[in-house]
């Protein structure tokens, strides 16, 4: 099971992905997966134990978010 961060747009994504690569976090821009549904059709998936950190940059960096879906099976 994985972590996805969910976004209002694919702009907010890619800036969350750009933000986690500076800061050498581990993640993966993917598709939301279907049963999530959003607004966005990207989100960011990452280990549990990268979440807390992950989460951390995005908010000091100002990055909109929609949710953090923990626990999530693709």
């Known amino acids: 099971m994985i972590d996805v961060i ?13 933000v986690l690569k500076k800061n050498k976090i581990e993640h993966k821009l993917i598709s939301v997966p279907r049963h999530l549904g ?11 134990t990268d979440s807390p950190n992950a989460m951390e940059f995005i908010r000091t960096e100002k990055v909109p978010f929609d949710r953090l879906e923990q626990n999530v099976t693709i």
Not at 6 to 18: I, K, N, P, V
């Open 6 to 18: 969910l976004f209002h747009s694919s702009s907010e994504a890619m800036w969350a992905s750009r």
């Open 38 to 48: 959003s607004d966005c059709g990207y989100c960011v998936s990452l280990s549990k």
